[in-house]
C-alpha cells in the first residue's frame, strides 16, 4: 500500500513554456501532498503544502505565481512550472501524507526536469 | 525555526564494516523520521520512533531516539553495497517535515 505515482517521469522543454506535472495517490486518499525540490546531491527542498480542496501554502521564496498547485481530488495534485527558465532545472518530487498516523510521508519517483 | 542536522555529510565504508550516521534537531521533537534514498530514486520511509531513549531495529539497522527527544542515530552493522544511497532524519515541523542534509554512503568492496 500507500504507492505514489508521478508524471512524467522526466521531461524536457524549451525555456519560456509551461510543463505540469502530476501526483497521484494510488491505493489511499491523500488530503495533503508536499512538493519539494532537489538539487544534485541536497536535501529536499520544501515548495509547498497542497491541500485538497484549498489553496496551497507556500514556503518562504517560493513563487506562487510561477509554481502553480492544484490539488483538485483527493488522489491528484498537480504542480505547474509556468514559463520555465534553465534555471527551474531540478528533480521535482511529491509525497503524501500518511494516514496511519504516524504521518510519514510517501513519496512519488520524482520528475526530472530539463529547461534548455 | 527548526533545524535539522545531519552529520557526516558522507560516509565511505568498507563492506563489511559498522558505521553511525547522527541527526540533531534544534527543537525538541514530538517524533523523528528516516528514509532512504537510493541513488537516481526518491525518498522511501523506513521507521519512525517515538519515545524518548526509544530503540527499534531492522534487520541490520539500529535506530535510536535521545533521551531528550532532540538527537537521533541510525547504525548499521556489517556494511553491504545494498545500503549504498543517502539517509535524511526528519522531523515534525507543524504539519510539515523539516529534513535534514542527509549523510550519503558509498560502499567500497
Known amino acids: 500500500g500507500a504507492v505514489v505515482s508521478q508524471h512524467p517521469s522526466w521531461v524536457i522543454c524549451k525555456s519560456g513554456t509551461s510543463v505540469k506535472i502530476e501526483c497521484r495517490s494510488l491505493d489511499f486518499q491523500a488530503t495533503t501532498m508536499f512538493w519539494y525540490r532537489q538539487f544534485p546531491k541536497q536535501s529536499l527542498m520544501l515548495m509547498a503544502t497542497?491541500?485538497?480542496?484549498?489553496?496551497?501554502?507556500?514556503e518562504q521564496g517560493v513563487e506562487k505565481d510561477k509554481f502553480l498547485i492544484n490539488h483538485a481530488s483527493l488522489t491528484l495534485s498537480t504542480l505547474t512550472v509556468t514559463s520555465a527558465h534553465p534555471e527551474d532545472s531540478s528533480f521535482y518530487i511529491c509525497s503524501a501524507a500518511g494516514t496511519s498516523g504516524k504521518r510519514e510521508q510517501f513519496f512519488g519517483p520524482g520528475t526530472r526536469l530539463t529547461v534548455l | 525555526g527548526q533545524q535539522v542536522m545531519q552529520i557526516p555529510q558522507y560516509q565511505h565504508v568498507q563492506e563489511g564494516e559498522d558505521f553511525t550516521t547522527y541527526c540533531n534537531s534544534s527543537t525538541t521533537l514530538s517524533n523523528i523520521q528516516w528514509y532512504k534514498q537510493r541513488p537516481g530514486g526518491h525518498p522511501v520511509f523506513l521507521i519512525q520512533l517515538v519515545k524518548s531513549g526509544e530503540v527499534k531495529k531492522q534487520k541490520r539497522l539500529t535506530f535510536q531516539f535521545g533521551e531528550a527527544k532532540k538527537n537521533s542515530s541510525l547504525h548499521i552493522t556489517a556494511t553491504q553495497t545494498t545500503d549504498v544511497g543517502t539517509y535524511f532524519c526528519?522531523?515534525?515541523?507543524?504539519?510539515?517535515?523539516?529534513f535534514g542534509a542527509g549523510t550519503t554512503v558509498t560502499v567500497r568492496a
Open positions: 497542497s491541500n485538497e480542496g484549498s489553496k496551497a501554502t507556500y
Open positions: 526528519a522531523g515534525p515541523n507543524d504539519y510539515k517535515l523539516s
